[in-house]
C-alpha cells in the first residue's frame, strides 16, 4: 500500500501554535491600543452629548414633579367655596385648607386668591427665618394671611393675620400701606383669558427671595383667580448633582439669556436699585466664562460643539428644555475636554503594560495547547468507543481544538452523537408527555436538533377553510407566514428540494402523512445551505423522521376532536338550560365565568390564607366543567315553577280565573238590584246597595291580586281576609268535569262521591281536594335518608304531595311565590345533576366534576341540600361555587319574582348569610377585598346596581357571629 508522502520539514504543533500566538497577540495589542484611542475618544464625546440630554430629560423631569402638586392645588382649589366668599371671615374659615396644601406641597411658597372686585388673600408658611424677620412675625406664628379687602368707604384695607400650627389667630395686624390690587398683575389678568393653568415667567419672590414661578387658574364661576408660587430651588440641586466632571458647568436659560437655574441659586440673585428688589442675573453677570462662551457659539439645532474658554477646550451643548409649560428655556451643559479624556491616557498605558505580560505568557501556553490536542484526540477516540457500546450521549464538557482536523473529528462525533439523542429524546416525549401541545411542540425541537436545522415550523390542514395554520415553531423562522392557502402549500411542496432565503439559509418542505395516508399537514425546515443539508441522504433522512412528528399530530387531532366534542355538549346543554327560561337566560354563562375568574385570582396570591391554593391544569379542566354543568338538571325542572312569577301561576296565571268570578260577583250584584226594583223597591236604595257590593268587591280583588304578587311578607292578617273573601260564594252552572284529561279528571272524581247538582254553589276562593297532587311510585324522588333507593346520600325533606294548587294554599304564602311543593321542585334539580353527571363515565383527572357541580347548595353549617355536607366536607373549589352562585342570583337582573339588587346590597345580605352559616365567611371576606365581583359587575350588570362598597366594613359584618 502506497504511504502519503511527507513535508521535507515539519514543525512541531506546540511551536506553530507558540509562534502563531505571540506574533496575533502583538499585532492584536498595536491595533486595539490605536483604536481604543480614537474610538474611545470619539465615544466619550458621545456620550457627553448623550449625558446632556439626558440631564435635560431628568431635570425637565423634576421641574413637572415639582410643578405637578401646585397644579393639582389650583384645580381643587379652583373649586374651594373661598373663591366664592365675599366676606373676610368666610374667606379666613377656608385657611385649614389652604394651610393643608401648603403642607402637603412644601415647594410651594404662597397660595393667594385674587377677587374680581380687586380683594387679595394670600397665605404663605413662615419657615423660614428670612421671611419670619422681614415681616415681623410672633415667635409662636406657622403662618401669614396676607388681605386686602374693599370697605364700605370705598377703601382698601390691607391686614396681617398670624396663625399657630392649629391655625389658631397668634396677631392681627393692620397694614395701611398694603393696597396690593390683583386685577393688575400677569398671573391675575393671564388667568383671567383661558381656563386652565397658567405659568409665569421664573421671577424673584419678593418675600422669600427664592427664584420661582406663579401658576395661576380661573375659579369655576369666573369670578376669582386662584394662584401659587413655586420654588425652582430643587432644579439647582438636579443640576448641581448632574455634572459629568467636577468642573462641568451646567446651567438653565430663558431666551434671553436670564439664569434661573445653576447649582449655586443664590448666585443668581441680583439686587437692583431699590433695597429690597432682586432680579436674577444673567449669564453675561453670573461670571461663569464656559456657559457666557457657549451661550454664543451654540448651534441652534442641538449639536456639540468645541470652544476655548478661559484657555481651556471644553465641549458644550445647548439644548431646548420643555420641563416648564409655556416658557422657553434652553439648557447649557459645558465640560471640559482634559477631564473628560484624562482617564484614556492611563488606559493606554494599562493596555500596552498588558499585552506585554500577555505575550510572555502566551509562550509557554503554547506548549500547553499543543499537549491539549494530544489530549483532544483521546477523547475522541474515547467517545467512538461510548457509542459503540450504545451510550450516544454527547460529553459534558469539550476544549475547543486550534487544528482544524481534530476540530472536525470533534464536531462530527457531537453531531452524531446529538442526533442520536434527540431521536431517543422524541420517542420519550411522544410517551410520556400527556399535554398535546406540550408534545407537539417538544418533538419538533427534538426535530430540528436532530437534523441540526436552524429552525422549522408546522403547518397543520384546515379543510374546511382550506388553508394551513402553523401550530408550532422553533428556533429561526425567516419570515415564515402565520398561515398559508392550500395553493400556498401545495406550491410550497411541490419545491421541497429546496427554496433560497439568501446566502445563508433555505427552507425544505415534507409533507406529514397519518397511518391512513391522508395529508396532515407540512413541515418547513430553514437550515444551512452546507454540504451536510444539501446532500439527498439529508433529504431522505429527514422524510423518514416526519412519521414521528405525523404520529403526534394524528394524536393531537384525536384528542382534541373528542374534547371539542365533549365541550360542545357542556356548552350546548348550559345553552339550552338558559334558553327554557327567559328568567334565568345567561345563569349557566355568568356564574362559570364569575368563578374561573374568582379562582385564577386566588391562584396568583403568595400570601394570606390562599397562597397556598393552586389548580394543576386537570384540576383547572374539571372546575371549569363543573362550572358549566352545575346547574344541568334544570332540563327536568318545569318552566312555569322555574319562572313561577305570582302564588296562582301554573302553566298560566290563574288570578284571571279569579277575576272572572268577582266578574261573576259583579253581574249578581246588577241583577240583585235589577230585581230588587222590579220588586216596587226603592231605586236609590237598591243601587246604592249594588254600588256599596260592588265596592266591596273592587277592593276584595285588588287586595287578592296584590298578594298574589308576592312581594311583601303576608301577614297572619292577611292571610285571614284572604279567608274571610274566599268564604264568598258563587254558583257554577257548567259542568267542572268536562275538558280535564285522564289525570285531573282522576282527581276530581276521587276527590267526591259524585258530582254536584248544577248550578252549585261554590266558594270564592278555595282549596279543593283535587287541588293536591299525590306522589306515585314511579315519580316519588329517593332523595330521604331512609330511602334505600337512595345511593348517592341524599339527605333531603319530600313535601308530602307532588303539587298543591289549592288557591288559598298559594296565596297565603308569606314570603315569595313558591310553595313547598314548587320549592323542593326546584331544588330538585341539585338532585338531577348529580344523578346525571354520576352517570357519566369521566376519566379519572375528571372524576370531582360530579361533586364539585351538585356541592354549590351545600351550606357550611351543613343545613344545606342535596346531602346536607358539613363546611369540612367542602374543598375551595364547592366553596367558590356556593358563593359566586349566589352572588349571581342576587345581582341578576332577569328574574321574574325580585328586581336585581345593588353590589352593596348584594355583599351585604352575603356577609349576613356568612353569619348564618350558609357562606365560607373567610372565602367571602378574599372574595369581597378582592373586587373580583367590579370585574364582573363592569361585564354582566345595569350601571345603575354599580355602587360604593365598604369592603372593610363588610368583612367585619361577616365575622360579627363569629366572634360571638
Same mark, same amino acid.
Given at each position: ?172 395686624? $393692620? ?10 398683575? $400677569? ?122 474658554? @478661559? ?52 509562550? $509557554? ?354 292571610? @285571614? ?244
Amino acid at each position: 500500500m502506497p504511504q502519503a508522502p511527507r513535508a521535507a520539514r515539519a514543525w512541531p504543533v506546540r511551536f506553530v501554535i507558540a509562534g502563531i500566538a505571540v506574533a496575533a497577540m502583538a499585532l492584536v495589542a498595536v491595533a486595539l491600543i490605536t483604536l481604543n484611542w480614537y474610538g474611545s475618544r470619539a465615544i466619550l464625546l458621545d456620550m457627553a452629548a448623550m449625558a446632556a440630554r439626558d440631564t435635560g430629560q431628568i431635570v425637565a423631569e423634576r421641574a413637572r414633579r415639582i410643578i405637578e402638586p401646585g397644579s393639582t392645588s389650583l384645580r381643587m382649589l379652583a373649586f374651594d367655596p373661598i373663591v366664592d366668599a365675599k366676606r373676610l371671615d368666610d374667606r379666613l374659615a377656608r385657611r385649614s385648607v389652604l394651610a393643608a396644601e401648603l403642607t402637603e406641597n412644601p415647594l410651594v411658597s404662597a397660595i393667594h386668591v385674587g377677587y374680581e372686585n380687586g380683594d387679595f388673600l394670600l397665605m404663605r408658611p413662615l419657615d423660614r427665618r428670612d421671611v419670619r424677620e422681614h415681616f415681623q412675625a410672633p415667635p409662636q406664628a406657622n403662618y401669614l394671611v396676607q388681605s386686602v379687602t374693599l370697605g364700605e368707604d370705598g377703601e382698601r384695607h390691607g391686614l396681617f393675620l398670624f396663625y399657630d400650627a392649629r391655625n389658631d389667630l397668634v396677631m392681627r395686624r $393692620p397694614e395701611p400701606d398694603y393696597r396690593f390690587d390683583p386685577r393688575t398683575r $400677569p398671573w391675575y389678568i393671564g388667568a383671567m383669558d383661558t381656563v386652565s393653568t397658567v405659568t409665569s415667567r421664573p421671577y424673584v419672590f419678593f418675600s422669600t427671595r427664592q427664584v420661582g414661578i406663579t401658576l395661576s387658574r380661573l375659579s369655576h364661576s369666573g369670578r376669582a383667580v386662584v394662584a401659587v408660587d413655586v420654588a425652582l430651588e430643587d432644579l439647582g440641586e438636579a443640576l448641581g448633582g448632574l455634572r459629568m466632571t467636577p468642573s462641568a458647568e451646567l446651567a438653565l436659560v430663558d431666551e434671553g439669556g436670564a439664569v434661573i437655574g445653576y447649582r449655586d441659586m443664590e448666585a443668581l440673585l441680583a439686587r437692583r436699585n431699590a433695597w429690597d428688589d432682586f432680579d436674577v442675573r444673567t449669564l453675561e453677570t453670573l461670571g461663569v466664562g464656559a456657559l457666557t462662551r457657549l451661550w454664543r457659539v451654540a448651534a441652534a439645532d442641538g449639536r456639540v460643539v468645541s470652544y476655548e474658554s @478661559e484657555g481651556r477646550e471644553w465641549i458644550g451643548v445647548a439644548l431646548p428644555f420643555d420641563g416648564i409649560d409655556g416658557v422657553d428655556l434652553r439648557l447649557l451643559s459645558a465640560t471640559p475636554v482634559d477631564e473628560l479624556l484624562g482617564v484614556l491616557a492611563l488606559n493606554r498605558t494599562r493596555m500596552i503594560l498588558i499585552s506585554v505580560a500577555l505575550i510572555l505568557l502566551f509562550l $509557554p501556553l503554547g506548549w500547553l495547547v499543543g499537549s491539549a490536542v494530544g489530549r483532544a484526540l483521546e477523547g475522541i477516540a474515547a467517545q467512538a468507543l461510548r457509542m459503540s457500546r450504545f451510550d450516544f450521549r454527547r460529553r459534558k464538557e469539550r476544549s475547543a481544538s486550534a487544528l482544524r482536523e481534530v476540530e472536525a473529528l470533534n464536531d462530527v462525533m457531537d453531531k452524531v452523537a446529538g442526533s442520536m439523542e434527540s431521536l431517543l429524546e422524541i420517542s420519550r416525549v411522544l410517551g410520556t408527555e400527556p399535554r398535546i401541545e406540550t408534545m407537539l411542540a417538544q418533538v419538533l425541537e427534538k426535530f430540528v436538533q436532530a437534523t441540526r436545522c436552524k429552525g422549522g415550523a408546522v403547518y397543520l390542514s384546515d379543510r374546511e377553510r382550506g388553508r394551513l395554520a402553523r401550530v408550532a415553531a422553533f428556533g429561526e423562522q425567516d419570515a415564515l407566514p402565520d398561515s398559508m392557502d392550500a395553493h400556498e402549500g401545495d406550491a410550497a411542496l411541490a419545491g421541497g428540494g429546496g427554496q433560497d432565503q439568501g446566502r445563508n439559509h433555505r427552507r425544505v418542505v415534507f409533507a406529514l402523512r397519518g397511518r391512513d395516508s391522508q395529508s396532515q399537514g407540512l413541515l418547513v425546515l430553514v437550515l444551512d445551505q452546507d454540504l451536510d443539508h444539501a446532500a439527498p441522504a439529508f433529504l431522505a433522512f429527514a422524510d423518514r423522521l416526519t412519521g414521528m412528528l405525523a404520529v403526534a399530530i394524528e394524536t393531537r387531532k384525536l384528542i382534541e376532536a373528542q374534547r371539542n366534542l365533549f365541550e360542545s355538549v357542556t356548552h350546548i346543554l348550559a345553552d339550552a338550560i338558559d334558553a327554557k327560561s327567559p328568567y334565568t337566560g345567561g345563569h349557566c354563562e355568568r356564574v362559570p365565568k364569575l368563578a374561573i375568574l374568582l379562582a385564577d385570582r386566588m391562584q396568583a396570591e403568595t400570601l394570606g390564607p390562599y397562597a397556598d391554593f393552586h389548580l394543576n391544569e386537570d384540576e383547572r379542566e374539571a372546575f371549569r366543567l363543573a362550572a358549566w354543568l352545575h346547574d344541568c338538571g334544570k332540563v327536568t325542572s318545569a318552566e312555569h315553577i322555574m319562572d313561577k312569577a305570582t302564588k296562582l301561576e301554573v302553566v298560566y296565571n290563574r288570578i284571571h280565573e279569579i277575576r272572572m268570578r268577582f266578574e261573576a260577583l259583579w253581574r249578581d250584584a246588577e241583577i240583585d238590584c235589577l230585581r230588587a226594583r222590579l220588586r216596587g223597591e226603592d231605586a236609590r236604595t237598591a243601587e246604592d246597595r249594588r254600588d256599596a257590593r260592588q265596592a266591596r268587591l273592587r277592593e276584595d280583588f285588588r287586595f287578592v291580586a296584590e298578594c298574589n304578587i308576592g312581594g311583601e311578607f303576608l301577614s297572619d292578617g292577611a292571610i @285571614e281576609r284572604l279567608r274571610a273573601i274566599g268564604a264568598q260564594t258563587w254558583r257554577r252552572h257548567f259542568d267542572d268535569a268536562l275538558g280535564l284529561d285522564a289525570q285531573e279528571s282522576a282527581r276530581l272524581a276521587g276527590s267526591r262521591p259524585a258530582p254536584p247538582v248544577l248550578p252549585a254553589t261554590e266558594q270564592l276562593l278555595a282549596d279543593r281536594p283535587h287541588h293536591v297532587v299525590p306522589w306515585d311510585d314511579a315519580r316519588r324522588p329517593a332523595v330521604e335518608r331512609g330511602d334505600p333507593r337512595n345511593t348517592w346520600g341524599f339527605d333531603m325533606t319530600l313535601p308530602g304531595h307532588r303539587r298543591n294548587l289549592g288557591e288559598l294554599h298559594n296565596l297565603a304564602i308569606q314570603r315569595g311565590t313558591l310553595t313547598d311543593e314548587d320549592r323542593f321542585a326546584i331544588n330538585d334539580h341539585i338532585v338531577q345533576t348529580l344523578i346525571m353527571l354520576k352517570s357519566l363515565p369521566w376519566p379519572a383527572h375528571l372524576e370531582r366534576v360530579p361533586d364539585i357541580a351538585a356541592n354549590h347548595h351545600e351550606r357550611m353549617d351543613g343545613q344545606g341540600y342535596p346531602r346536607r355536607l358539613s363546611g369540612e366536607q367542602l374543598g375551595t373549589t364547592e366553596r367558590i361555587m356556593a358563593l359566586v352562585d349566589v352572588f349571581e342570583a342576587l345581582t341578576a337582573a332577569d328574574r321574574p319574582y325580585k328586581p336585581p339588587k345593588t353590589l352593596s346590597e348584594s355583599l351585604g345580605i352575603m356577609a349576613t348569610m356568612c353569619r348564618g352559616g350558609h357562606l365560607d365567611p373567610e372565602l367571602y371576606r378574599y372574595f369581597v377585598r378582592s373586587r373580583v365581583w367590579l370585574d364582573y359587575a363592569r361585564t354582566f350588570m345595569r350601571p345603575e346596581q354599580i355602587d360604593d362598597v365598604d369592603a372593610e366594613a363588610l368583612a367585619r359584618a361577616s365575622r360579627q357571629e363569629e366572634s360571638a
